[in-house]
C-alpha cells in the first residue's frame, strides 16, 4: 500500500513541476538561427537572449521554457531579421511554423489561435502604428481636443475590432479560457504606453509649439485617467509593453521613493524615478537599464556603483546575474592592456588585393565580416577574445574584421571596436570589396551576417563559412583540419 501511495504522490508531484514548463517547436523550411528571449525575474524580456536554437530545414527543434503563470515569449529569427512573440502557459506544447519565402509564420497547437491573434493585432515593429499615432496627436498643437484625438486613435487603429476579436477568442473551447484575458491586457498595456508617450511629447512640447495652458491640464487629466484605470500590476508589468509602460508609470507617478535608507540615487542618473515603482519591479527595472548603457555606452549610470546596489539589494535576481556577467566581460582597456587595434586606411577592391596590404602579406586571414547595426554579429564579438587565445595556436593566422558599416556609421563602427577590445587588423568595407566578397565567400548564398572565413595568403578562399565564435570547439576542429601539416604554421 505505501509502494503504490508513494509513486502515487511522485507521479502528482511530477505533474506539478512538469506544469510549469511549456514546449515551442519550430520548423523552418530553411536553415536559421533562433535566439529565445524568455522573461528575466518574471518579466517580459527582448534585450538578453537566453537560449540559442539552430534549426535545420525540414527538421524541428523543440525549446523547453519555463513559465510562471503565463509568459510572453520573444524569438528572434536571425537570417530572416523576423521576430514572434509567443504567450505560453504551463503544459502548452506550441508549434511555430514558418515559410520563409512569403514571411508568414503560422502557430499550432495549445493556443494556436490565440498566438495567431497576437501577431495579428499586436503588430511588431510597431513604426507605421506609431506614425499614425505622432501625426494625430500633432492636432493638439492646432487646438484640436485630446478627447477627440483619442477617439481617432481607436478609429485609425482599428481598435474596437481588435478589442471585439478578443471577445470572440475567449468564446473558443480550443483556446485557454485564461489566454483572452491575458491578451486584452496585452493589448491594452501596448496601446496605453504608446498613447502615454504620446502624451508626455505634447507636454514637453516639439521645440516649435506648446500647448495651451487648458490643452496641459486636460492632457495631465487623461494622464491621470489610464494611471487608475491600469495600475502597475504584475500582470501589466509582464506583457511585452509592459517594461515602457513601467517607464512611464515612474514618470508620471507621484509615488514616494521605495529605497532603501542611505541610497545614492545619483548613481542612477536619469533613472532614479524607478524607485518611484514597487520593489519588485526594480531589480528588472535597473538591470535593463545596465543592459542599455552597456549597448550604447551613454555613461548615464556608475555602472561599478549600479552593481554593488544590485548585489546588495537583490542578490537573488536574475538581472543582478546579467549584470555582473556582462560588466565582467566588458572590462575598460586599461585594465585589460593587450588590445591593439590596426585600421587599414587604404582602399581596397578585392579580396586579392586584401593579402597585399602591409601586415597581411603571407599571412592566412581569419575574416569576421560584420556592421555595428547587427546584433547578432555583437554577440558573437563577445567570444573574441577566446577566438583570439585560439588563434595564437596558428602563428600565421591574423584576425581581421571587415565591416559593411557605411561612412556615416564609422565612428559607432570605431566605438565597438574599442568596446569589444578587438586586436587584430580592421577595415570598413568598399562598395567594390563587398562585392567581391559576395561572389567569392557567398557564392549563392543569401548575404547575411555575421559570416566567418579563412583566406589563403595566395587569395584563395579555404572555407567561405566558419563555425562561429560562440562555437569555438567547432571553430578549432575547422582550422585543425585546414591547417594542419601546413609548412607555413610551422
Known amino acids: 500500500m505505501k509502494y503504490w501511495l508513494g509513486c502515487f504522490l511522485f507521479a502528482i508531484c511530477f505533474c506539478s513541476l512538469n506544469a510549469q514548463e511549456a514546449y515551442i517547436t519550430f520548423s523552418l523550411d530553411k536553415d536559421c538561427e533562433i535566439l529565445v528571449y524568455e522573461p528575466l525575474d518574471g518579466v517580459y524580456n527582448d534585450r538578453v537572449s537566453t537560449q540559442r536554437l539552430v534549426v535545420e530545414k525540414g527538421k524541428a527543434v523543440t525549446c523547453r521554457t519555463k513559465v510562471d503563470g503565463f509568459s510572453s515569449i520573444h524569438c528572434k529569427f536571425t537570417q530572416l531579421q523576423q521576430s514572434c512573440d509567443v504567450i505560453a502557459f504551463p503544459g502548452d506544447r506550441i508549434e511555430v511554423v514558418v515559410n520563409t519565402a512569403r514571411k508568414l509564420f503560422d502557430f499550432r497547437g495549445d493556443n494556436g489561435k490565440g498566438n495567431r491573434l497576437l501577431r495579428n493585432i499586436v503588430p511588431v515593429p510597431f513604426l507605421n502604428e506609431y506614425l499614425i499615432m505622432r501625426s494625430l496627436f500633432q492636432k493638439a498643437y492646432s487646438g484640436e481636443r485630446i478627447l477627440a484625438i483619442l477617439s481617432a486613435v481607436n478609429d485609425s487603429l482599428n481598435m474596437d475590432s481588435k478589442y471585439r476579436k478578443i471577445q470572440e477568442l475567449s468564446e473558443d473551447r480550443t483556446v485557454n479560457p485564461q489566454f483572452a484575458s491575458v491578451l486584452r491586457t496585452q493589448v491594452k498595456t501596448f496601446y496605453d504606453s504608446y498613447i502615454l508617450v504620446m502624451l508626455a511629447g505634447l ?237 567569392h565567400v557567398f557564392e549563392t548564398d543569401a548575404y547575411e551576417i555575421p559570416r566567418y572565413a579563412l583566406i589563403a595568403p595566395d587569395g584563395t578562399v579555404l572555407h567561405r563559412d566558419l563555425p562561429r565564435p560562440s562555437e569555438l570547439d567547432l571553430l578549432k576542429d575547422e582550422l585543425n583540419q585546414l591547417l594542419k601539416n601546413d609548412y607555413r604554421n610551422n
Open 203 to 439: 507636454l514637453n512640447g516639439d521645440g516649435e509649439h506648446r500647448l495651451t495652458p487648458t490643452m496641459i491640464n486636460e492632457t495631465k487629466a487623461i494622464v491621470d485617467s489610464i494611471l487608475k484605470s491600469s495600475p502597475l500590476t504584475e500582470a501589466v508589468y509582464k506583457c511585452m509593453a509592459g517594461h515602457l509602460y513601467a517607464i512611464k508609470y515612474a514618470q508620471f507617478s507621484e509615488d514616494s521613493l521605495q529605497v532603501s535608507l542611505g541610497t545614492d540615487l545619483s548613481i542612477f542618473g536619469p533613472y532614479k524615478n524607478y524607485f518611484k515603482l514597487d520593489r519588485k519591479f526594480q531589480p528588472a527595472m535597473i538591470g535593463s537599464a545596465c543592459m542599455t548603457q552597456l549597448k550604447y555606452d551613454s555613461k548615464e549610470m556608475d555602472l561599478a556603483k549600479v552593481q554593488a546596489f544590485l548585489n546588495k539589494e537583490f542578490p537573488d535576481s536574475q538581472y543582478t546575474t546579467i549584470v555582473n556577467e556582462q560588466l565582467n566581460k566588458y572590462m575598460p582597456v586599461s585594465e585589460e592592456g593587450h588590445y591593439k587595434a590596426i585600421f587599414i586606411q587604404q582602399q581596397v577592391n578585392t579580396i586579392h588585393e586584401l593579402v597585399q596590404q602591409a601586415g597581411l602579406e603571407g599571412k592566412y586571414l581569419y575574416i569576421d565580416l560584420w556592421a555595428s547595426w547587427c546584433m547578432p554579429c555583437r554577440g558573437e564579438l563577445s567570444h573574441s577574445k577566446e577566438v583570439h587565445q585560439l588563434l595564437k595556436q596558428y602563428p600565421n593566422v591574423v584576425p581581421l574584421y571587415i565591416s559593411i558599416d557605411k561612412e556615416k556609421q564609422e565612428s559607432t563602427w570605431k566605438k565597438l571596436v574599442d568596446h569589444y577590445q578587438l586586436s587584430g587588423y580592421h577595415l570598413r568595407a568598399s562598395s567594390a570589396l563587398e562585392e567581391d566578397i559576395k561572389q
